[in-house]
């Protein structure tokens, strides 16, 4: 079983910056992909970034050139720097961690986006 932690959301005024984090706990599990999604009101939940344990990452359209996703192995930890952020961006944000077994949700942090 696999436990995540996620932290660091909040409200930024447009153009500001924010970082999430994520913590995955447990035993016995080896993390293969980690990413971030969100879903906004009415809205289905959507792939924001990715990154594989290689270190090869995936980005949405929308978020390309403005977040950075990262990861820590020894700590088992992914990382989404958000900067230039739009009130679009509004939205809960959750963490997703794939062993290979299964994918683990964290429990999501909201990011708000407003002046």
């Known amino acids: 079983q696999v436990q995540l932690v996620e932290s660091g959301g909040g409200l930024v005024q447009p153009g500001g910056s924010l970082r999430l984090s994520c913590a995955a706990s447990?035993?016995?599990?080896?993390?293969?992909?980690m990413g971030w999604y969100r879903q906004a009101p009415g809205k289905q939940r959507e792939l924001v970034a990715a990154?594989?344990?290689?270190?090869?990452?995936n980005y949405a359209d929308s978020v390309k050139d403005r977040f950075a996703i990262s990861r820590d192995n020894a700590k088992n930890t992914v990382y989404l720097q958000m900067n230039s952020l739009k009130p679009e961006d509004t939205a809960v944000y959750y963490c997703?961690?794939?062993?290979?077994?299964?994918?683990?949700w964290g429990q999501g942090t909201q990011v708000t986006v407003a002046s």
């Open positions: 997703n961690v794939a062993t290979i077994l299964r994918g683990y």
């Open positions: 447990g035993s016995g599990f080896v993390i293969a992909s």
């Open positions: 990154i594989a344990r290689t270190g090869s990452t």
